[in-house]
C-alpha cells in the first residue's frame, strides 16, 4: 500500500511538472510575481497612473502577472529605479532612454504610435502672447522654464537650438526647471515665467483639460522630429520574460491613453532610432556616464 502511494506521489509530481513544462509562460510569470512598471512624472502622478490604466491592464493580461506602476518625483528618480533593479520596465522618455542604456542597462521595447502622431514627436517653446516673443532670439534677458534635466523636449532639444541659434543659456536668461510639462506650460500660462519648453502632445493635452487656453499662447519655436517616448525593459530580464514583454507590447491595439488619445500600436523600437539624441547631447557637451 505504501509502495502504491510513493508511486501517487510521484506521478502527481511529475504530472506537474510536465504542465509547467507545456505551460512555461505561466509558471514564468507566477516565478516572476509582479512586474514593476516606472512612470516618468509628465504631468500629476494620480493622472499619469490613470492615463496609463489600461497598458497596465493590457500588460496584466498579457503576461498573467501582476502589474505595479511607480511615479518618480523626476526622471532621474526612474532611471536609478532601474539601475537599482527595482523597477522591471519603464516609459522612458527619449533622452532619458539614452542616459539610461549609458547607466542602468536598458533595451528599448517600442514607441506609441496614436491617432494624433506617429513614432516621433516635436518639443515647442511657448510664450504667453503679450510678452512679445516671437523668435528664440527674443529669449534674451526673459525668464524661462525648462521641464527637466532629463528631458527630450523639455530641456535637451530646446536647449540646443538655443546654442545653434547663438544664445548662451547660461547667461542670457534666467532659467528654472519646472519638473513636469504640465509644471512647465503652467507657469507660462500664470505669468510666473515668459517663456517654456514642452512636448507638443502634453501642451495639447494641458489646452484640451483647460489648464492652459491656447488662444493666449504664442508657439515660438518648434523642432524637427524627436523620435517617440519609448518603453524600455532592463537588458538582464530572463529573455524569456524579455520576450513575453516584447510580444505584450507588440499586441496592443486602440488603447486608451491620456484624455481621448488612443494608442493604435507600439512601434518596435531598436537602441539606433535614437542617434539623432545623442547627437543633441554632444552639441550640449553632455557626458552621459556621468549624469544620473
Known amino acids: 500500500m505504501r509502495a502504491w ?29 509582479t512586474l514593476n512598471i516606472g512612470l516618468v512624472p509628465a504631468e500629476d502622478p494620480r493622472l499619469m497612473i490613470a492615463d496609463n490604466q489600461a ?50 542597462g536598458v533595451d528599448p521595447i517600442a514607441v506609441p504610435e496614436t491617432q494624433k502622431q506617429g513614432a516621433s514627436y516635436h518639443s515647442l517653446i511657448i510664450a504667453r502672447k503679450e510678452r512679445n516673443i516671437r523668435s528664440l532670439a527674443d529669449l534674451k534677458g526673459k525668464t524661462f522654464a525648462f521641464v527637466d534635466p532629463s528631458s527630450t523636449s523639455g530641456h535637451l532639444f530646446p536647449k540646443t537650438a538655443m546654442i545653434r541659434a547663438g544664445l548662451d543659456p547660461n547667461a542670457d536668461f534666467r532659467s528654472i526647471f519646472a519638473g513636469s510639462h504640465d509644471a512647465s506650460a503652467i507657469a507660462v500660462q500664470n505669468g510666473k515665467v515668459d517663456a517654456a519648453a514642452v512636448a507638443d ?11 492652459v487656453k491656447g488662444d493666449e499662447i504664442q508657439i515660438v519655436w518648434t523642432s524637427d522630429p524627436i523620435p517617440g517616448a519609448p518603453a524600455v525593459m532592463r537588458s538582464d530580464l530572463p529573455e524569456p520574460l524579455k520576450q513575453r514583454i516584447r510580444a505584450a507590447f507588440a499586441s496592443m491595439r486602440d488603447l486608451p491613453w491620456s484624455k481621448g488619445t488612443i494608442i493604435k500600436r507600439w512601434v518596435p523600437a531598436t537602441d ?15 557626458d552621459l556616464r556621468k549624469m544620473k
Do not use: H
Not at 201 to 211: D, P
Not at 274 to 284: G, I
Open 201 to 211: 502632445g502634453l501642451f495639447e493635452a494641458a489646452v484640451a483639460r483647460g489648464v
Open 55 to 104: 497598458m497596465i491592464e493590457a500588460l496584466r493580461t498579457s503576461l498573467g502577472m501582476e502589474v505595479k506602476p511607480f511615479v518618480a518625483t523626476d526622471y532621474n528618480g526612474v532611471i536609478e529605479a532601474l539601475r537599482a533593479k527595482k523597477l522591471d520596465v519603464a516609459l522612458l522618455g527619449p533622452f532619458s532612454y539614452v542616459l539610461a542604456a549609458s547607466v542602468a
Open 272 to 286: 539606433a532610432n535614437f542617434a539623432v539624441v545623442r547627437e543633441a547631447a554632444k552639441v550640449l557637451n553632455l
Open 5 to 33: 502511494i510513493r508511486i501517487w506521489a510521484q506521478w502527481r509530481w511529475l504530472a506537474g511538472l510536465i504542465v509547467c513544462v507545456g505551460l512555461l509562460a505561466p509558471c514564468a510569470a507566477q516565478a516572476q510575481g
